[in-house]
């Protein structure tokens, strides 16, 4: 009988996954395969809460494909070695995973395809799987990718999306190709205390709740920062335990305001990747450059660590980063401006910001993480690079009664209202009760000017 291999990679789930559904036609055996890769660990990207979740991930899949008569076979290496190898175990002609948007990922894959084709076996790669549309797939005539996200999204909206496939009700393993053992969480260190669960399971039930109670209002309160009123898919986007393609058809079913924002956002994540593939530099360079003389950890290392601990001074991106510390996670408004803060009010480099993000965020998505911060920095496709985002103003439009700074930031929980957003302003006597909560780091009007200062000398 032919064997199939399927390479998981960002793609862990059984429902919607197209490379999966075309290994198993004509009844073939399947080696469902995930390649814990040393390039990955390499290059910075195992970090603890993405470790974690990854976990979950595994078992949970593993876990359903058991419960179809497979399991998940795990293997730790190179990638292109392990998958070369389990191919010549299972006698497998075939191997099926999902396309990706990273320099990385396409190394990968050619490297893969040339190694699978000297032992005479062949590589198909899938598009779609881990986006609604693939990167290339809509393009300005002028370009080989949109710069604006305007009209990107006017086109990607035309896109007819492929139908959602079901989860397989069988899978059968050949015998012979041994596996590692499945990663447990329980063993992992400095992991976030607030990290969510991760797979497939956890992921359906999130989003089953949250079309039921969330969708209809996204729109009006999608940028709320005390009512948590967004999906919190994003982990499981990035780990491919949803499909967008699902995601999308179920939210244009739904239909309504609410509906057509959450796509909206669907719509930047595979916009940010098209920017990424057609310009792999912009993981670690500026995509429009200003010649910004931005400070380092050399120069602002103060700045930098009282930014990283939530100990600024302003009461909103403390919190935020705090949530981000405890949960892994930060609301989208408050990834915003605490970047904003970094980036634009103490002219810190960008990349500085991204790569802490990275180092705990649970769905650090490296498109959408850098060119969001380049986006907020100035120097990535945003059509107002000069836009600031004012810390206050945030947080009196965002957070009004100011519930949540008083969420994560305990030493402010006895100050009443919006006055918690300004508490170098309370009367004296109140000030002393703060306990150890810091001064502000930098005046705003000065952070702004010497930005403003830096970039015209640049």
Request: charged share 30%; proline share 6%.
């Amino acid at each position: 009988m032919s064997v199939s291999v399927v390479l998981f990679t960002a793609d862990l789930r059984l429902h919607d996954h197209p490379p999966l559904r075309a290994a198993l036609e004509g009844r073939r055996q399947v080696v469902p395969l995930f390649v814990r890769d040393r390039a990955v660990a390499a290059a910075g990207f195992a970090v603890p809460n993405r470790l974690a979740f990854l976990a979950d991930c595994l078992r949970d899949l593993d876990a359903g494909l058991r419960e179809r008569g497979g399991h998940l076979v795990v293997r730790s290496g190179d990638a292109v070695e392990e998958v070369c190898r389990v191919a010549a175990e299972a006698d497998a002609d075939e191997v099926h995973t999902a396309a990706d948007a990273s320099a990385f990922a396409h190394r990968r894959e050619g490297r893969l395809r040339r190694a699978l084709e000297a032992e005479g076996r062949r590589l198909y790669v899938h598009d779609s799987v881990t986006t609604a549309v693939g990167p290339g797939q809509v393009t300005p005539g002028s370009s080989d990718h949109f710069a604006v996200f305007t009209p990107y999204f006017r086109q990607w909206s035309e896109q007819r999306l492929r139908d959602v496939l079901a989860a397989p009700r069988a899978v059968r393993v050949p015998p012979g190709v041994g596996s590692e053992d499945l990663p447990v969480r329980a063993g992992l260190t400095e992991v976030s205390p607030g990290l969510a669960e991760g797979g497939e399971e956890a992921a359906r039930r999130r989003l089953t709740a949250w079309f039921r109670s969330g969708l209809a209002a996204y729109e009006d309160r999608h940028d709320d920062l005390a009512g948590d009123a967004t999906s919190r898919l994003s982990p499981h986007l990035h780990f491919g335990t949803l499909s967008p393609v699902e995601l999308v058809h179920r939210a244009r079913r739904a239909g309504g305001p609410g509906a057509e924002a959450f796509v909206r956002q669907v719509a930047w994540r595979d916009f940010h990747r098209q920017v990424l593939a057609a310009r792999p530099t912009a993981a670690h360079a500026d995509y429009r450059t200003k010649h910004d003389r931005w400070r380092s950890e050399r120069t602002a290392g103060d700045d930098i660590e009282a930014w990283r601990e939530g100990r600024t001074g302003y009461p909103v991106v403390d919190a935020a980063m705090r949530q981000l510390r405890h949960e892994g996670w930060m609301h989208n408004r408050a990834r915003l401006l605490t970047a904003s803060f970094l980036a634009k009010t103490l002219y810190v480099d960008w990349r500085i910001g991204a790569r802490h993000f990275l180092e705990l965020l649970v769905d650090g998505d490296l498109a959408n993480n850098q060119l969001n911060w380049q986006w907020v920095a100035g120097t990535g496709t945003d059509t107002r690079p000069n836009r600031v985002l004012n810390p206050l103003t945030q947080a009196r439009r965002h957070d009004p009664e100011g519930a949540y700074v008083r969420r994560w930031v305990p030493e402010l929980a006895g100050v009443p209202g919006a006055a918690v957003h300004e508490p170098w302003k309370l009367p004296e006597p109140d000030r002393a009760r703060l306990g150890a909560y810091p001064e502000r780091i930098v005046d705003l009007a000065d952070g702004l000017a010497r930005f403003k200062r830096a970039r015209d000398r640049g």
